[in-house]
């Protein structure tokens, strides 16, 4: 089992920025891929960012490139997502994840593991 906890979420007005963090415990955090997903109301959930087992290849969904980075530490099992030049459109509830694999995956429903999520509100 792998327990996931996700912090940093927020009011924040147009264009500024936040950085959330998921903390893991439970097993050998570095064994697994973590992504990042966001699920807006009345919209299903979506992927954001995702990270290789080691931290050297990072991939996102377009609305975001530039935008957001996703990073991990692995000595702290953690994973960061900073968030700058917010759009209201980035509003939802975050939720990171982890999937024990070699490959990059971006399909919600392939991941093992959940955090509870983290509110982002994006005021315009």
């Known amino acids: 089992q792998v327990q996931l906890v996700e912090s940093g979420g927020g009011l924040v007005q147009a264009g500024g920025s936040l950085r959330l963090s998921c903390a893991a415990s439970?097993?050998?955090?570095?064994?697994?891929?973590m992504g990042w997903f966001r699920q807006a109301p009345g919209k299903e959930r979506e992927f954001v960012a995702g990270?290789?087992?080691?931290?050297?290849?990072?991939y996102y969904t377009d609305s975001v490139k530039g935008r957001f980075t996703i990073s991990r530490d692995n000595a702290k099992n953690t994973v960061y997502l900073q968030m700058t030049s917010l759009k209201p459109e980035d509003k939802g509830i975050y939720y990171c994840?982890?999937?024990?694999?070699?490959?990059?995956?971006?399909?919600?429903?392939?991941?093992?593991?959940w955090g509870q999520g983290t509110q982002v509100t994006v005021s315009s």
């Open positions: 994840a982890a999937k024990r694999s070699f490959l990059p995956v971006i399909d919600s429903e392939k991941y093992d593991y």
């Open positions: 439970g097993r050998t955090f570095s064994d697994y891929i």
């Open positions: 990270i290789s087992r080691g931290g050297g290849s990072t």
